[in-house]
């Protein structure tokens, strides 16, 4: 079926099929940065924002965000960019498989919560899992680039 | 995975049941971060997006939930948190992550009577109806033991009182569903003890209940009404853990939440 959403501010029309999970459709038509990753709902590497929440594009099925917008991190470079910087600095990322999806959460935390405090940042990211940083790192980059 | 044939997003009710009742294998999609996990093969997925059934309203006397609202919709709205100890946000801000909770439905979880639900346990412990398109309203209770005939639930409705409720429950980790979770919640002298994920459906420990309006709640009374719950309920095995360990920290979860009820 055809469905019309608009991604990073841009209407795209996509062909996609009645069972496509958002995640391969929008990889599909080349938004790479969206990662499969555990397929449960577990893991948060496939988050993408729609309609400005984010959201796990594997548990979403694609007709279901016809009309809705959709934001991954190809449509807020600069954004991610910014706080990639604060990633390296403080050595939390190594393969950066869960980045995108991770980035993606960060940047909607900001947007919803005003001056979180750790507890409240552990509490958003916690569906966001990275298996090589131990997140300390992350966390200290978080609280970092919040300052800013 | 389970295959969709047809998808259909309807404008109506009446034109989504018609859907629903017209052939055996339509179904109803909520959040579908457990319907992708079955291996159904289903005619016609009907979408209710269109329906704008994603309300909280405080209508007063009673809050209504439509059946799209999504969890992390209840974990933040100020009137869920207001009444109840926050009982509805405190059940559910521990399932996986915010963007999972964007995704889970009220009506999703509800209707298809989860056993592992932490939001049924809360729920059961307060005085609810829900909404059936075809079948009407009916307490909660009522739909989660007899379930109903192929029907759609339009909403949850919460009756404003001065219940106190208290919410525990023991998983291994958020990622995970819970072992046991149990809620306590009290009305004047009525108690309500619920236990779920035992890993049957939750019930009211009735019994129990009963027993702790009749009396006067003590240390003795609380552990005697724990021991009815155990008596009445049944506790089963699955992966997650054994009959004798769910029975062992039924004890102390459900202390918990009466003493919490008590502060």
Known sequence: ???????????????????????????????????????????????????????????????????????TIEGLQEEAKEFASFLVKEGAEQCGFCSPGFVMTVLAMKRELEKPTEEEIQHYLVGNLCRCTGYAGQLRAIKKYLEV | MFTIQHYVQPET?????????????????????????????????????????????????????????????????PYLNQYFNGIIPKSIKSILGVQFRNVVTIGGTVYSRYGFSDLITALLALDVDIELYHGGIMPLETFLKNGSSKDILVKVILHKNNRIASYQMMRNSVADYPILNVAVSKKGDDWKIVIGARPRRAEIAVKASEYLTNNEVNETMIKQATNIAMEELDFGTNMRGQKTYRQAIAVPLVKRGIMEVLK
Request: some cysteine.
């Open chain 1, 1 to 71: 079926m055809k469905i019309e959403a608009t991604i990073n501010n841009k209407k795209i029309q996509m062909e996609v099929a009645n069972d496509e999970f958002l995640v391969d459709a929008l990889r599909r038509y080349g938004y790479s940065s969206v990662k499969r990753g555990c397929d449960t709902g577990c893991c948060g590497l496939c988050t993408v924002w729609i309609n400005e929440r984010p959201t796990l594009s594997c548990s979403t099925l694609a007709p279901t965000v016809q009309g809705k917008q959709i934001t």
């Open chain 2, 13 to 77: 009710l009446e034109e989504a049941y018609q859907f629903l009742t017209a052939k055996r294998n339509n179904v109803i999609l909520g959040g579908c971060a457990f319907l992708k996990m079955s291996k159904k093969k289903i005619g016609t997925a009907i979408d209710l997006s269109k329906l704008q059934l994603d309300f909280i309203h405080d209508k007063g006397d009673v809050i209504e939930i439509g059946a799209m609202a999504t969890f992390r919709s209840l974990e933040v709205n």
